[in-house]
């Protein structure tokens, strides 16, 4: 199967779907995109494929396990659920696709999915992190939002709006809504991965952010050891690929550019 056909990966016996754009693993680094608490390959919408376009690299997109059109996930959700993504399934996913070197590209939940990731696992393959509106712990504001959304979900016609992209939009609604506003994660904090990044990050958030504050920014910044640049947008809300993609694509090809040359850059040692 070549890079352009891979539709899904096996990852303990579940079907997750996903989608590739550029060049495969074997000839270009690859930019692997974790998605929010509600989304799935095709809501990164035509960000993929003009990332790719921007950058010359590969891109590699999967909707976790009770998303998009992936294998249903078991509910609840245990409350760790990220941590679980990180630890057990996104490792699995990068051998599935044959995935070399990386930088890993999330959004919200996917964006605190990336950082477990690399705080917690020695993968030489993960060369930089962007993250996308991260969250290590929780805030009333957001969850105030969630809260929201719920309300949305139950009178409006959220549901109906997700149906063209998950199998069953109500599974998909409760597996995150339900674990976010449980009263015990209230508590939920994984700050402590910062302090074991050892690669570079991109950390981009909207003045905006209707789900986290620039605390979630702070943090991150003062506790890392590697490297890390912030962007706070103007006119931007969670999603800053969609609501400043332009501004936010520059960023992001700019970040990879440099990455990219220290990558190539030969290092003399007297």
Same mark, same amino acid.
């Given at each position: 199967?070549?890079?352009?056909?891979?539709?899904?990966?096996?990852?303990?016996g579940?079907?997750?779907?996903?989608?590739?754009w550029?060049?495969?693993?074997?000839?270009?680094?690859?930019?692997?995109?974790?998605?929010?608490?509600?989304?799935?390959?095709?809501?990164?919408?035509?960000?993929?494929?003009?990332?790719?376009?921007?950058?010359?690299?590969g891109?590699?997109?999967?909707?976790?396990?009770?998303?998009?059109?992936?294998?249903?996930?078991?509910?609840?959700?245990?409350?760790? @659920?990220?941590?679980?993504?990180?630890?057990?399934?996104?490792?699995?996913?990068?051998?599935?696709?044959?995935?070399?070197?990386?930088?890993?590209?999330?959004?919200?939940?996917?964006?605190?999915?990336?950082?477990?990731?690399?705080?917690?696992?020695?993968?030489?393959?993960?060369?930089?992190?962007?993250?996308?509106?991260?969250?290590?712990?929780?805030?009333?504001?957001?969850?105030m939002a969630?809260?929201?959304?719920?309300?949305?979900?139950?009178?409006g016609?959220?549901?109906?709006?997700?149906?063209? @992209?998950?199998?069953?939009?109500?599974?998909?609604?409760?597996?995150?809504?339900?674990?976010?506003?449980?009263?015990?994660?209230?508590?939920?904090?994984?700050?402590?991965?910062?302090? @074991?990044?050892?690669?570079?990050?991109?950390?981009?958030?909207?003045?905006?952010?209707?789900?986290?504050?620039?605390?979630?920014?702070?943090?991150?910044?003062?506790r890392? @050891?590697?490297p890390?640049?912030?962007?706070?947008?103007?006119?931007?809300?969670?999603?800053?690929h969609?609501?400043?993609?332009?501004?936010?694509r520059?960023l992001?090809?700019?970040?990879?550019?440099?990455?990219?040359?220290?990558e190539?850059?030969?290092?003399?040692?007297?």
């Open positions: 199967m070549t890079w352009s056909e891979l539709k899904s990966v096996n990852v303990d579940m079907v997750l779907e996903c989608a590739t550029g060049p495969s693993p074997t000839e270009a680094p690859t930019l692997v995109l974790l998605h929010e608490g509600l989304g799935c390959v095709e809501l990164w919408r035509d960000f993929p494929a003009q990332i790719a376009a921007d950058t010359g690299l891109v590699l997109a999967f909707s976790r396990a009770g998303y998009g059109q992936s294998d249903p996930a078991t509910l609840p959700r245990q409350l760790d @659920y990220m941590t679980r993504e990180a630890n057990t399934v996104l490792p699995q996913v990068l051998d599935e696709a044959g995935i070399g070197r990386c930088i890993l590209v999330g959004h919200s939940d996917g964006a605190t999915i990336a950082a477990i990731y690399a705080g917690s696992a020695v993968d030489a393959r993960v060369r930089g992190l962007v993250l996308m509106a991260p969250h290590f712990f929780t805030e009333g504001m957001g969850l969630i809260a929201k959304a719920k309300d949305a979900f139950d009178t016609d959220l549901a109906t709006r997700m149906a063209p @992209y998950h199998q069953d939009p109500e599974a998909t609604f409760r597996g995150w809504n339900d674990a976010w506003l449980a009263p015990i994660f209230k508590d939920w904090d994984v700050s402590e991965v910062i302090d @074991y990044l050892r690669v570079p990050s991109l950390v981009i958030q909207g003045h905006d952010d209707q789900y986290g504050t620039s605390a979630q920014i702070d943090e991150l910044a003062t890392s @050891y590697a890390v640049e912030v962007a706070m947008l103007e006119n931007c809300r969670h999603s800053p969609l609501d400043q993609a332009e501004k936010t520059h992001i090809a700019d970040f990879v550019s440099r990455l990219e040359r220290i190539r850059s030969e290092v003399r040692v007297a």
